[in-house]
């Protein structure tokens, strides 16, 4: 692998899997690299790192020992990073050092400065892991060369991400993009977050035992049957993808967004999540002048956030922090 190009090494931190990818500043992809957390021995901080405290950077963590490992192996192999940035679940601190917010996930994870720990020489920003799916989308996936954006990942929960005048929006402690928890219905039940129907129990995987009678497990499932012509499914999903266009709608309202983007496991139902979700929206989008908002998959997949942390360490000493 050539050394003569600086590059940026982009890692995703999930629950059972870490992403790591090595990307030019032009976008040029080298490698994408995956392991499972528990694919490599886990390590401890000793004379080499003697700046780190164990009992605040939880090295222990088998994710943080997996990240570590790698990053070194990278940067043996590739030479050192010209940045590094990092996406976790949870709401970033507004310093960008850790993650200052994650309840119930990812042990020992919260509040580790990953600066400190991965020792760089520069900082390792950090960010949520929605916004840096986001930030890869408007850089080189279905959002790129637009300044007005929202990201929504449909899955077992309901992400969201926001691009505005080109800037990631992370609001005062990092809350801002949640839409998954908007309310539709103020009289529903509430969601984790405590917002009374919220999107994400709308349409999320999390709900679908209830919403469904218990008749499926999951959307793929559900989507299937709606596919071979079951008049229960198709009431469930149906009514599901009508809430996603009220939200969506909504969010038209509130931030003009020139694209929306529809990313997750849900929004691989393709076309049969797509067809109705527009004709939805043809009848409840205000459309000043004719306009309507593009709503288009996304296309970088498990890799986006991946990216979106190494776009995001590019950029991170800029003073105007555009995605552009």
């Given at each position: 692998m050539s050394r003569t190009e600086p590059y940026a090494l982009g890692i995703?931190?999930?629950?059972?899997n870490i992403k790591f990818v090595i990307v030019e500043e032009d976008g040029t992809i080298r490698?994408?690299?995956q392991r499972e957390t528990g694919d490599r021995p886990e390590i401890t901080v000793g004379a080499d790192a003697t700046d780190v405290d164990p009992a605040e950077a939880g090295v222990q963590s088998r994710w943080a020992g997996a990240i570590q490992n790698e990053t070194r192996a990278i940067q043996e192999r590739c030479g050192p990073a010209a940045w590094m940035g990092l996406a976790a679940p949870g709401l970033a601190a507004r310093d960008a050092r850790s993650i200052a917010f994650m309840p119930g996930r990812l042990p020992g994870l919260e509040g580790l400065d990953w600066s400190r720990f991965l020792e760089a020489p520069a900082a390792v920003p950090v960010l949520n892991d929605t916004h840096a799916a986001l930030m890869g989308e408007a850089w080189l996936g279905a959002a790129a060369g637009v300044q007005d954006a929202i990201l929504l990942t449909l899955g077992?929960?309901?992400g969201g991400g926001i691009l505005s005048d080109g800037r990631l929006i992370r609001g005062h402690i990092g809350r801002?993009?949640?839409l998954g928890h908007t309310s539709l219905d103020p009289r529903g039940a509430p969601d984790i977050c405590g917002a009374p129907g919220s999107l994400e129990d709308a349409i999320g995987d999390c709900?679908?035992?209830?919403?469904?009678?218990?008749?499926?497990?999951?959307t793929k499932e559900m989507v299937e049957a709606y596919r071979q012509g079951d008049a229960f499914a198709a009431y469930v999903w149906l009514q599901s993808v009508y809430d996603l266009a009220c939200a969506v709608a909504s969010f038209i309202n509130i931030l003009?967004?020139?694209?929306?983007v529809l990313g997750g496991g849900i929004a691989r139902a393709g076309e049969d999540l797509f067809e109705p979700l527009k004709q939805f929206l043809s009848d409840i989008e205000w459309q000043p002048g004719g306009h309507q908002a593009k709503i288009v998959p996304a296309t970088l997949g498990e890799y986006a956030g991946a990216l979106g942390a190494a776009r995001y360490a590019m950029l991170f000493d800029h003073p105007t922090m555009s995605v552009k």
């Open positions: 995703d931190l999930g629950g059972t490698e994408r690299i077992t929960g309901v801002a993009g949640h709900t679908l035992p209830r919403r469904a009678a218990g008749r499926y497990t999951s003009d967004p020139e694209v929306v």
